[in-house]
């Protein structure tokens, strides 16, 4: 329990938690803001991949 985190009247970066900053709206810094920029153009380019079937060399 931590009353301190009141973060309805103090907006926090969604990426690092830290205090947001109004120039970077919602995030705290142009960095935090750059990767989730980034996180989100990765994400619409990258393919899901789960397996590709992993090679195993199994030689007794
Ligand atoms: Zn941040």
């Given amino acids: 329990m931590s009353d301190k985190q009141d973060s309805k009247n103090h907006p926090q ?3 690092c938690e830290k205090p947001m900053a109004a120039e ?3 995030f705290c ?3 935090c803001k750059d990767v989730d920029l ?3 153009l990765s994400g619409s380019y ?3 991949s789960n397996e590709i079937g ?3 060399d199994e030689e007794f």
């Fill in 13 to 15: 970066c969604p990426l």
């Fill in 24 to 26: 970077f709206k919602p």
């Fill in 29 to 31: 810094s142009k960095r």
């Fill in 38 to 40: 980034n996180r989100w």
């Fill in 46 to 48: 990258a393919i899901p």
């Fill in 54 to 56: 992993a090679p195993e």
